[in-house]
Structure formats: C-alpha cells, structure tokens
C-alpha cells in the first residue's frame, strides 16, 4: 500500500485531528483515512481535474462552481465578468 506524508501542519490542524482521532477511539490513519473517503463520497458533480481527463473544454461545462477571488489591477473588470459568470465571487479588487 503506498505511503502518503504531509508535512508542516499547521498547529491548529494538528490539534484538530488529534481530537478527532482520540474522540473516536481509532488510529490516526484510520481517521485520516475516514476523512478522506467521506470527503469524496460528498464530493457533488465532476472536479476540475476530472473534466480535464474527460477531455472536456471549459465551454463544454454548464453548471459553476462557487470560490472566491480577489481582482488585482482589474481595469475595466473584464476578467471579473469572466470569473463571475463562472460562479465566482469577487471579495476586492483594485483598479488600475
């Protein structure tokens, strides 16, 4: 079985999963593990990656998938538009 290691967790998150796995009564790679499934089992509609082995083209794609952006040196938002209509929401921009 192929090992995977993360390194430089931040405290926080750390302390989180070590709560996680101690509630449980479990090892940490067994939560860790949960955690991971679960989080695919949830998983709603195609990934970006997903589309790209599909060989789908971005015009191809009909629903949006909702993230935030910031629009540095934005002009006349043309990009925002762009990032908007992709189900984007803009939380601060810049004109330049």
């Given at each position: 079985m192929p090992n995977v290691l993360i390194r430089n967790i931040p405290d926080q998150l750390h302390a989180k999963i070590q709560r996680g796995?101690?509630?449980r009564m479990v090892s940490?790679?067994?939560y860790l593990l949960s955690l991971?499934?679960?989080a695919f089992e949830k998983a709603?509609?195609?990934?970006?990656?997903?589309l790209a082995d599909a060989g789908l083209a971005a015009q191809d794609v009909t629903w949006s998938v909702p993230f935030t952006f910031v629009d540095l040196f934005s002009g006349i938002g043309?990009?925002?538009?762009?990032l908007e209509a992709s189900g984007g929401q803009?939380?601060?921009f810049v004109r330049s």
């Open positions: 796995y101690q509630k940490q790679n067994a991971i499934s679960n709603s509609g195609p990934t970006l990656f997903d043309g990009m925002r538009l762009g803009c939380i601060f």
